[in-house]
């Protein structure tokens, strides 16, 4: 649910109601992760989406029903391969032949969910405990770790922060793919014709200085992105020291291949430790050559990177498609 955080305040703070219905569980194989949501605002439209469209004609019927009544439903799909489990009732809905479990609720202006949905879209780590046990499924749990019986939990941690030095065209593309994906982006720049506002309306913080000197007094740690765009010589070898020396999760820098290693041997001329990680030239080999494909290849290699994935093609391979593997909780 906490994806949708912006949309559904926006109908919450008009006043309005929506349903909201999340994945709390899931076994086998399933198109999306626990904790995906799809929401049915005012008119009967839908944003968000579970499985890709095998439960979501299923699930409309149902929201209707809980915008209707209120009383929330727990929905289960897939195919139950527990003969003697008579207490669950799976509809065979899911072609990929997973099964999970749906939880269907309404939520009112002034709701205890509305804070919680204010925190996540504010960047505030928080989390959200909510009941599954038939007495009181979908009820806020506010003591998780002393309560009895099923519960779903929903984490949102801060945003990760992105740091993307050089305000060239490429730079526009890649921040405004960093928001979308959720980082906090903060784009830095010696030079302020080039860095505005109006240029970079996605970034969180535009900051124009020498990009070292502001690279040693930002936050930088295991989940920090920072992408070097600016090909200048003067300092672009500099930041990746720094920012390799602080520890951040992902480094990469865009130029040729010949630019990587004169750049590589002024790193090893520095002593920059773990050269290893740095990635350039920069992104995924997709074939990209307009900024807009450019940003796709470097964030496809940011999100490779943090889950651990080799980056290639999925035909071919073997295995589950989906690493995320977060279960309902029981206490």
């Known amino acids: 649910m906490f994806e949708l955080a912006p949309r559904l305040l926006a109908v919450l703070d008009a006043g309005d109601p929506v349903v909201v219905a999340t994945a709390v569980a899931m076994s086998g194989s399933a198109p999306s992760g626990v904790g995906t949501s799809m929401a049915v605002l005012p008119g009967g439209q839908v944003v968000g989406t ?24 727990l929905e ?22 997973g099964r ?42 506010t003591a998780p770790d002393g309560c009895r019986g099923r519960v779903f939990v929903e984490r949102a941690d801060a945003r990760p922060r992105c740091i993307v030095v050089g305000a060239v065209e490429f730079a526009v ?33 535009r900051i124009v200085g ?17 992408v070097v765009l600016s090909h200048d010589e003067r300092f672009d070898a500099a930041v990746i020291d720094l920012a390799l020396r602080r520890g951040a999760g992902y480094v990469g ?22 050269l290893g990680r740095l990635r350039s030239p920069i992104g995924l080999d997709i074939g990209a050559e307009t900024p807009a494909e450019m940003a796709v290849a470097i964030m496809a290699e940011v999100i490779a990177v943090r889950r651990g994935a080799p980056g290639g093609a999925l035909a071919g391979g073997a295995g589950p498609i989906h690493r995320r593997a977060v279960a309902a909780a029981s206490g």
């Open 253 to 274: 820098a865009m130029g040729s291949r010949a630019t990587h290693e004169r750049r590589t041997a002024e790193l090893r001329a520095l002593g920059t430790p773990d």
């Open 50 to 73: 579970i499985s890709g469209g095998c439960v979501e004609g299923s699930l409309f019927v149902t929201a209707e029903q809980v915008l209707a009544d209120g009383v929330p439903v």
């Open 76 to 97: 289960r799909f897939g195919f139950d391969d527990d003969p003697d489990d008579h207490d669950a009732l799976w509809a065979p809905a899911l072609r990929c032949g």
């Open 173 to 205: 593309a890649v921040t405004n793919a960093a928001a979308v994906l959720g980082h906090a982006v903060t784009v830095v720049d010696p030079r302020p014709v080039f860095l505005t506002d109006e240029r970079f309306p996605a970034a969180d913080e």
């Open 100 to 141: 999970v479990e749906v939880l269907v609720r309404r939520i009112v202006p002034g709701d205890p969910v509305v804070d919680v949905l204010r925190r996540v879209a504010s960047g505030v780590p928080t989390s959200l405990t909510v009941s599954l046990e038939p007495e009181t499924l979908g009820a806020v749990v």
């Open 210 to 226: 020498w990009p070292t000197r502001v690279l040693e007094g930002l936050p930088i740690d295991a989940s920090t992105v920072v």
